[in-house]
């Protein structure tokens, strides 16, 4: 599969613990960018990075919310101590080093705090 | 904020007729882009319209930019069924790669 890989689909969590979201982007991407959706609303803009680095974050949590993405492997949202104003559907897309041609998105991770 | 806005926030036509959806954003981009989100999925991308462009065509889309009025519109002609769901523009900041999102206009077009 060419696309934009997220897992998991659905999370479920108690307040209090630690949600792991994860995104791979597509083949040839080095641009990922992590968006957050409530129901019934658009997406806000959360983090974009490139290989090792974070270009912007002005969009995340000061605090519980970090996001990486190494040299190896998927790029990771990861939320400490949920509370359930956290719940919310989670996209990750990515681009190459240009986005003119537009941002090819995954299908996100629904995540639910109990 | 950078992020636009999507008017109507919703729209029900009938099969066959147009859909006109508007988009206003508040500060300089280098280009505006139309995303669409079924329910429930990742949003793809349908158009891109460069600053220095006016009007853009796509298969049935239609896509107008006037930035002195900081404002898009799209049209979809010939509705189809297949065609309900919200649709976004975004906006990137010059000289940034992130897009901001509206806030949509939800589609439904009656069979």
């Known amino acids: 599969n060419a696309g934009v890989m997220q897992n998991p689909r659905h999370l479920v969590r108690r307040r209090g613990q630690e949600a792991r979201l994860r995104c791979s982007p597509m083949?040839?991407?080095?641009?990922v960018y992590w968006y957050r959706q409530l129901p019934e609303e658009g997406l806000k803009f959360m983090v974009y990075?490139?290989?090792?680095?974070?270009?912007?974050e002005s969009g995340m949590p000061k605090e519980r919310f970090s996001a990486e993405f190494p040299k190896e492997g998927p790029s990771i949202l990861r939320i400490q101590q949920v509370v359930r104003g956290d719940s919310a559907a989670y996209f990750c897309?990515?681009?190459?080093?240009?986005?003119?041609?537009?941002?090819?998105f995954g299908s996100g991770t629904r995540l639910t705090v109990v | 904020s950078q992020q636009g806005e999507e008017d109507p926030q919703a729209l029900s036509i009938q099969e066959g007729e147009n859909a006109t959806m508007n988009c206003s954003y508040k500060?300089?981009?280098?280009?505006l882009q139309w995303y669409r989100q079924n329910s429930g999925r990742g949003l793809v991308h349908l158009i891109l319209?460069?600053?220095?462009?006016r009007e853009k065509h796509s298969g049935r889309l239609r896509v107008t930019l006037d930035t002195s009025k900081k404002s898009s519109s799209l049209l979809i002609t010939a509705s189809r069924a297949a065609d309900t769901a919200s649709y976004f523009c975004?906006?990137?900041?010059?000289?940034?790669?992130?897009?901001?999102f509206g806030t949509g206009t939800r589609l439904t077009v009656i069979p």
């Open positions: 319209i460069r600053s220095n462009e």
């Open positions: 975004a906006t990137d900041g010059t000289g940034a790669n992130n897009l901001f």
């Open positions: 500060t300089s981009i280098n280009n």
């Open positions: 083949k040839g991407h080095s641009h």
């Open positions: 990075l490139q290989k090792e680095n974070i270009i912007d």
């Open positions: 897309a990515s681009s190459p080093p240009s986005a003119y041609y537009g941002y090819t």
